[in-house]
């Protein structure tokens, strides 16, 4: 099965700082298989990015993915108070579906 | 608008089992496949289940492989989760959502609120 490992587990930043938060899968995959995900605390996760690189409706352009091969990139330009949350990665061709285990985006 | 509806919170013994309702409300269940994922207290997300709702094949992960099981109401709107052999490490939040085809890619778009299942005895 594919493994996604992302780094840092915690991130603390300050507001207005870039954020970025990597993604490794275990093994080569096309980066159209690659989303993003944000949960904010008491609340269910939401897409962001998907097919690799590709904002969800309503995703501000302060996010940002890329990444090819095994290593992927959330970028987040400019950090807003309201991004300071969860962040998961995940493939989304293969079953079973693998999640990366996160990374915590704090504010500092 | 594609809403994801999912059934109110329960409390469960060690041992029993829990069945989980989904819906989708502006849209046909049945015209994008299903996946179960679940959050522990604490925790990050963990993946389980895959349903075809127009099919009804399934793909599971090994971890839950058997003791999963889904049904279908008649009228197709709805479908149950069932997770039986209960125990703590079950106590979690039940996500239902619903991936849309993009091309090659199937991201998980259109999310339930979760449901919590508490485990105690």
């Known amino acids: 099965d594919i493994v996604l490992t992302q780094t840092p587990a915690t991130l603390s930043l300050s507001p207005g700082e870039r954020g970025t938060l990597s993604c490794r899968v275990s093994q080569s995959l096309n980066s159209h298989y690659i989303s993003w995900y944000q949960q904010r605390p008491g609340q269910a996760p939401r897409l962001l990015i998907y097919g690799g690189y590709i904002r969800a409706t309503g995703i501000p352009a302060r996010f940002s993915a890329s990444g090819s091969g095994t290593d992927f990139t959330l970028t987040i330009s400019s950090l807003q108070p309201e991004d300071f949350a969860f962040y998961f990665c995940q493939q989304d061709f293969y079953l079973p579906r693998a999640l990366g285990q996160g990374t915590r985006l704090e504010i500092k | 608008q594609v809403q994801v509806v999912q059934s109110g919170a329960e409390v469960k013994k060690p041992g029993a089992s829990v069945k989980l309702s989904c819906g989708v409300s502006?849209?046909?269940?049945?015209?994008?496949?299903m996946h179960w994922l679940r959050q522990a207290p604490g925790h990050g997300l963990e993946w389980m289940a895959w349903?075809?709702?127009?099919?009804?094949?399934?793909y599971f992960s090994e971890v839950f492989q058997d003791r999963l099981t889904f049904t279908r109401d008649r009228s197709a709107t709805t479908i149950y989760m069932e997770l039986g052999g209960l125990t703590s490490a079950d106590t979690a939040t039940y996500y239902c959502?619903?991936?849309?085809?993009?091309?090659?890619?199937?991201?998980?778009?259109?999310w339930g609120p979760g449901t919590r299942v508490t485990v105690s005895s």
């Open positions: 959502v619903r991936e849309t085809a993009y091309g090659e890619t199937w991201p998980l778009e259109f």
């Open positions: 502006g849209g046909s269940i049945s015209e994008s496949p």
């Open positions: 349903v075809d709702t127009a099919n009804a094949a399934t």
